[in-house]
């Protein structure tokens, strides 16, 4: 559903993305992993047409990013790490809008905010301004608004930031749920029990690039990791705080 292809991202001197390559199937739920600034955020953005890569392809459901970026868009929600929107407008507003990008508006639209609202249980907030949102709130709404148009993709950074324990959960049934029904999730996150949890298959990424991909008994095969958690092979494979380290400063 997701093929990159020598995808390159560079400032200057400085590459963010390697010539990475990479496929995503269609119902599955991937898992992408990486430290800080290792490339996770700027990929994801190039698959969402923000950033345009220094080279290399992006084809969504078989449409190339490049060629044709409206089919490719409507192909794909896209939910950020930083749910921006506009303060001055009301919830139910700012899903008109976006549902506007789409093309898309009347009573089917109405209909659709509705169901979206009442599960991310924003209903009674529709008509408020989004300044009076909290952090929580604007996430549900911006993950209401990636799922508006009915994408078959669903790419998303750092999902569970500012949800609490209820909210993380929900949001974790309605990901199996997409992939079961033929979806596709890519998902950016440094909370390593949820990949374990939640993913079919990971990558891992450094450097700005692919370390390893696959399940994890095919990551552990592939790095001799035996029963190693994700927690320990993400360690290894990009290089934590070893205890030895860790003395050194407490001493």
């Not at 390159?8 to 269609?26: C, P, S």
Request: aromatic share 8%.
């Amino acid at each position: 559903m997701i093929r990159l292809t020598d995808l390159t991202k560079r400032y200057g001197r400085f590459t963010a993305v390697d010539a990475i390559n990479l496929e995503i199937r269609q119902g599955e739920v991937f898992g992408f992993l990486g430290p800080n600034g290792a490339g996770k955020t700027t990929t994801m953005r190039m698959i969402a047409g923000i950033l345009k890569p220094t080279a290399g392809q992006i084809t969504i459901g078989g449409d190339d990013l490049a060629e044709n970026p409206i089919r490719a868009k409507s192909r794909l929600g896209f939910i950020p790490d930083r749910p921006f929107v506009y303060d001055k407008l009301t919830g139910a507003e700012f899903l008109r809008f976006v549902a506007a990008l789409y093309g898309q508006e009347g009573p089917a639209v109405e209909a659709r905010m509705g169901e979206l609202l009442d599960l991310f249980e924003l209903m009674p907030w529709k008509d408020e301004l989004v300044e009076s949102y909290s952090h929580g709130m604007r996430q549900k709404l911006i993950i209401s608004s990636a799922l508006l148009h009915r994408p078959e993709v669903i790419v998303v950074d750092e999902p569970m930031v500012g949800l609490d324990p209820k909210g993380q959960k929900f949001l974790k049934d309605l990901f199996r749920a997409f992939a079961n029904r033929g979806g596709t999730v890519l998902m950016s996150t440094h909370t390593l029990d949820t990949v374990e949890e939640m993913c079919d298959r990971i990558g891992i990424i450094n450097g700005g690039r692919i370390l390893a991909c696959g399940t994890m008994a095919e990551i552990r095969h592939q790095f001799e990791g035996g029963d190693q958690d994700i927690e320990a092979l993400f360690l290894r494979l990009t290089g934590g705080v070893i205890d030895r380290e860790l003395d050194v400063i407490l001493e």
